[in-house]
């Protein structure tokens, strides 16, 4: 995992607000995790807390982020002391995720795709599962390892690009750059196969693996058209994934 979210802490949090961000991740995420109410809930890659935040306001009981990145986690702090909704926000490594206690549901937003091995992957999911009770949720957001990224579109107008070496196989990195008003920044993750994610989730201890394709708002249209949204939900280079132990 060798982008370093500190410098750009502050960057990927305005890249949030993006539309597609809102009208599509945002939506399917938040629709496979269903009803929070009463759950425990980790969000794991929590960033500054934007899911974490959400999925507490809709009803979760107790709510635990962790990060890699400490710019990440202070930024979650600063808004957690702001405006206190009593959320845990720790430092932490999913490959060894701190956590001793077992949830009800877990969620990421682009963990996955940070594994550059089948083993890394695989502690992610052992941890991700090691930290679910039996029956629990897990459901992510990733880039997709069905989207061939070196014959990517251009996304430009969605405020985004992906690149990847022709040389594509496991391991190979993807660039996302995004476009701010203020300029440009660079993310990379991984490649790793569908097949290796669906053997992961399995050796971790999950039962049932579904992929969900991404889904739009009704907000999505108040302002463009199917058509402008086409590209993002024929072609995506995201995919959803919901797995339970």
């Keep these: ?10 960057q990927y949090k305005r890249s949030k607000q993006q539309p597609w961000r809102t009208f ?18 980790l969000d794991v890659a929590c960033g500054e807390g934007f899911y974490t935040r959400m999925l507490r306001e809709r009803g979760a009981t107790h709510v635990m982020g962790i990060d890699l990145s400490q710019g990440m986690i202070e930024l979650a702090q ?7 909704q009593g959320i845990e926000f720790i430092v932490g490594d999913a490959r060894e995720l701190p956590v001793s206690e077992q949830f009800d549901l877990a969620v990421a937003a682009y963990l996955l795709n940070y594994a550059r091995t089948r083993d890394e992957l695989q502690s992610m999911c052992n941890g991700i599962a090691n930290a679910l009770k039996p029956g629990g949720r ?7 390892p069905m989207f061939h990224f070196p014959g990517s579109p251009s996304f430009r107008h969605f405020g985004f690009e992906t ?4 040389d594509w196989q496991e391991g190979t990195p993807i660039t996302w750059t995004f ?15 569908a097949d290796t994610h669906e053997a992961a989730f399995r050796t971790a201890g999950f039962n049932e693996v579904r992929w969900h394709a991404p889904q ?18 024929t072609n995506s280079p ?3 994934i919901e797995c339970v132990k």
């Design 179 to 193: 476009h701010l008003d203020d300029g440009p920044f660079d993310i990379e993750n991984y490649h790793l196969t």
């Design 163 to 166: 690149s990847a070496s022709t």
């Design 78 to 84: 600063r808004q957690e002391a702001q405006n206190q």
């Design 24 to 41: 599509i991740e945002c939506y399917t995420l938040l629709e496979l995790a269903g009803d929070p109410q009463g759950l425990s809930v």
């Design 238 to 240: 995201i995919t959803f």
């Design 216 to 233: 739009l708002s009704s907000d999505g249209l108040t302002d463009n058209t199917p058509e402008y949204w086409s590209p993002l939900l």
């Design 1 to 10: 995992m060798t982008t370093n979210y500190d410098p750009i802490a502050e």
């Design 138 to 144: 897990f459901v992510t957001v990733n880039s997709s």
